[in-house]
C-alpha cells in the first residue's frame, strides 16, 4: 500500500481505525491485574507540592531491596503505587518505612498506605463549585448521569495543605449524554464546569471525543431519561400529580357516598309544602 493511501492521522476514518483495533485488541488480549498484596501505596505528604518520579528514586535509595524484584510503579491520585513481584517482597520492603528524606531544603516523612482503588470509566473534571461545598454534594453527578448508578466514583480535591477546592473530579460507567451537550451548568448562581480528562479518547460510535467505546452511551443502549412537566412548567423526572384530578376524585368519592335522587327531592318538597298549610 503506497503512503498516499493512507488516511491522515487526525481524520475520522483514522481513528475510527484505532478505535476498532483497540476494541479488537482488548477482546483478545487480557492482562491480568496485579494482587493488591505485591503493592505498596505512598501517599503524597502535605508538606510535599508534588510527588515527582525523582522524589520516589530518592526513598528507592534510603531503603534496602532488590531492584530486580521491583515490577514498576505509577501515579494515581498523587501518590505513587510500587508493585512488586511477590507479597513477601512487598511486606519487607513497607517494614522499613516510615522514613524521612530530603527533597530540597525541606525534610518530609514519607509513609505507606492500602493500594486506592482504582475505577475505570469516564473522568469528568469539575471546576467552579460554590463554597462552602461538601463531597457528599459532588454526586450531583447522578442528575447528569443517564441513570445515578452510572456516577461510580466523586471525590472533592484538595490543595497541597489538604484544604478543600472548588474543583472536583467525576468518574461514570457511562458517558453522561448532558456533557456531550453542554459542558457548563448553572448551580446557586455559580457557572459549574465539566471537562473530560481523557482529552485522546473517541468514541468513534457517537462521534465525540473525551471517553471510550467501551463507555459510550451508544454501546450500553442507554436511552435518554424522560423529562415531566407540571401545569406549572416545573420539569420532574417523576410524573406529576394533577391537584385538579385529585379534587375530581374527592368530588365523585363524595357523590357517591351521599346520593340525591329526583325522587327524594319531590318528597321533600311535599313535606315542606304540607308543613306550611298545617
Given at each position: 500500500?503506497?503512503?498516499?493511501a493512507?488516511?491522515q ?5 483514522a481513528?475510527?481505525?484505532f478505535a476498532n483495533?483497540?476494541?479488537i485488541?482488548?477482546c483478545?488480549?487480557?492482562i491480568t491485574a ?5 503493592q505498596?501505596?505512598f501517599?503524597r505528604?502535605?508538606?510535599?507540592n508534588?510527588f515527582?518520579?525523582?522524589?520516589l528514586?530518592?526513598?528507592?535509595d534510603s531503603?534496602?531491596f ?7 510503579f505509577e501515579?494515581?491520585y498523587?501518590?505513587k503505587?510500587v508493585?512488586?513481584l511477590?507479597a513477601e517482597v512487598?511486606s ?8 524521612d ?6 525534610t518530609?516523612c514519607?509513609?505507606f498506605?492500602?493500594p486506592?482503588?482504582?475505577h475505570s470509566?469516564v473522568?469528568v473534571?469539575?471546576?467552579?463549585l460554590p463554597?462552602?461545598?461538601s463531597?457528599k ?7 447528569l ?8 466514583h466523586?471525590?472533592l480535591l484538595?490543595?497541597?495543605r489538604?484544604?478543600?477546592t472548588d474543583?472536583g473530579l467525576l468518574i461514570f460507567?457511562?458517558?453522561p449524554f ?9 448551580l446557586?448562581?455559580y457557572d459549574i464546569q ?5 482529552h ?12 471510550f467505546p467501551d ?6 443502549m442507554?436511552k435518554l431519561?424522560?423529562?415531566y ?9 417523576s410524573p406529576?400529580?394533577?391537584?385538579d384530578?385529585?379534587?375530581g ?7 357517591s357516598?351521599?346520593?340525591?335522587n329526583d325522587d ?10 304540607t308543613?306550611?298549610?298545617v
Amino acid at each position: 500500500m503506497k503512503d498516499s493511501a493512507l488516511p491522515q492521522p487526525n481524520s475520522k476514518a483514522a481513528k475510527s481505525y484505532f478505535a476498532n483495533l483497540a476494541t479488537i485488541l482488548s477482546c483478545t488480549i487480557n492482562i491480568t491485574a496485579p494482587s493488591s498484596d505485591c503493592q505498596v501505596y505512598f501517599p503524597r505528604p502535605s508538606s510535599l507540592n508534588s510527588f515527582t518520579d525523582s522524589t520516589l528514586e530518592l526513598i528507592f535509595d534510603s531503603v534496602k531491596f532488590n531492584e530486580d524484584d521491583l515490577e514498576g510503579f505509577e501515579h494515581h491520585y498523587g501518590g505513587k503505587l510500587v508493585t512488586f513481584l511477590s507479597a513477601e517482597v512487598a511486606s519487607t520492603f513497607a517494614s522499613q518505612f516510615p522514613v524521612d528524606i530530603v527533597v530540597g531544603k525541606k525534610t518530609h516523612c514519607f509513609h505507606f498506605s492500602p493500594p486506592p482503588t482504582i475505577h475505570s470509566g469516564v473522568q469528568v473534571r469539575v471546576m467552579g463549585l460554590p463554597r462552602p461545598f461538601s463531597p457528599k454534594q459532588l454526586k450531583l453527578g447522578q442528575s447528569l448521569a443517564l441513570k445515578p448508578m452510572h456516577l461510580v466514583h466523586c471525590k472533592l480535591l484538595r490543595s497541597c495543605r489538604g484544604k478543600p477546592t472548588d474543583k472536583g473530579l467525576l468518574i461514570f460507567s457511562v458517558c453522561p449524554f448532558s456533557l456531550l451537550v453542554a459542558k457548563t451548568m448553572a448551580l446557586g448562581g455559580y457557572d459549574i464546569q465539566f471537562g473530560f480528562l481523557n482529552h485522546d479518547a473517541h468514541g468513534h460510535l457517537c462521534g465525540h471525543t473525551g471517553h471510550f467505546p467501551d463507555f459510550c452511551h451508544v454501546t450500553h443502549m442507554t436511552k435518554l431519561p424522560i423529562i415531566y412537566f407540571d401545569d406549572e412548567g416545573n420539569p420532574s423526572l417523576s410524573p406529576p400529580k394533577s391537584k385538579d384530578k385529585k379534587k375530581g376524585k374527592e368530588k365523585a368519592k363524595g357523590e357517591s357516598k351521599n346520593p340525591l335522587n329526583d325522587d327524594d327531592k319531590e318528597d321533600g318538597s311535599n313535606d315542606t309544602a304540607t308543613a306550611a298549610a298545617v
